[in-house]
């Protein structure tokens, strides 16, 4: 089946650096490749995906990119703020199922 | 707004009991999932249904069994509940194949 290591596990930030979480996988079949936020007392919620025919994608102060051949993705979150303080985790979708990374607690310092 | 609804948002229960955790979801999805979420080990696929009365087990289905009788209902049954089973649970479910998931918000549950 399917693996996703995810890096770093803690990551903390100042207020208006970047944060950078980079994912690897195991499985070519591999096509989808989405990435959840997770606030406390919450359950996950999507932020952005990208699907394997697709390099790279950006929305505002977010964007992840896609290396097929290494197999491994990255989650860019630009100009943080406090309100990105959560845990973040990466996904890969073989068929029906999405296998999850360990998950990154950011934390945004004012 | 698609919203996938688990009944409990916190659960004690004592050691031996049959739990059951009820997951409902509004958006007409073929698909649905049960995870657990442990610190350090992310979300782990217990079970996941891709039609009414079908099941297929993940990576960790010991302990549990599953039931979806009707479409937007999927239930999660822990048969005789034990303490390494005190975990979050989170239900989720996809329109279909190769589509992202929707989560509820879980249940924080307890066995004691």
């Known amino acids: 089946g399917e693996n996703v290591e995810q890096h770093p596990s803690t990551l903390s930030v100042q207020e208006g650096d970047s944060a950078v979480i980079k994912c690897t996988y195991s499985?070519?079949?591999?096509?989808?490749f989405p990435w959840y936020k997770q606030e406390l007392g919450k359950g996950p919620q999507l932020i952005i995906d990208i699907r394997s025919n697709v390099g790279e994608k950006k929305d505002q102060r977010i964007a992840v990119t896609l290396n097929k051949t290494a197999k491994h993705f990255s989650l860019h979150i630009t100009e943080t703020q406090p309100e990105d303080s959560a845990v973040y985790f990466c996904?890969?979708?073989?068929?029906?199922?999405?296998?999850f990374g360990a998950g990154t607690t950011v934390t945004v310092r004012a | 707004d698609v919203k996938v609804t688990q009944s409990s948002r916190y659960l004690v229960k004592r050691t031996g009991e049959k739990v059951f955790l009820e997951c409902v979801q509004d958006?007409?999805?073929?698909?649905m999932f049960w995870y657990r979420q442990d610190p350090g080990l992310g979300l782990r696929l217990i079970y996941f249904s891709y039609d009414v009365k079908m099941k297929e087990k993940g990576d960790i289905p010991e302990g549990y069994s599953v039931s979806r009788e009707k479409k937007e209902r999927f239930s999660l049954i822990l048969e005789s509940a034990s303490t390494n089973q005190t975990s979050m649970y989170l239900c989720a479910s996809s329109l279909r194949a190769r589509y992202g998931y929707t989560f509820g918000s879980g249940t924080r549950l307890t066995v004691v």
């Open positions: 499985d070519s079949a591999s096509n989808y």
């Open positions: 958006m007409d999805h073929e698909n």
């Open positions: 996904a890969a979708l073989d068929d029906y199922k999405l296998s």
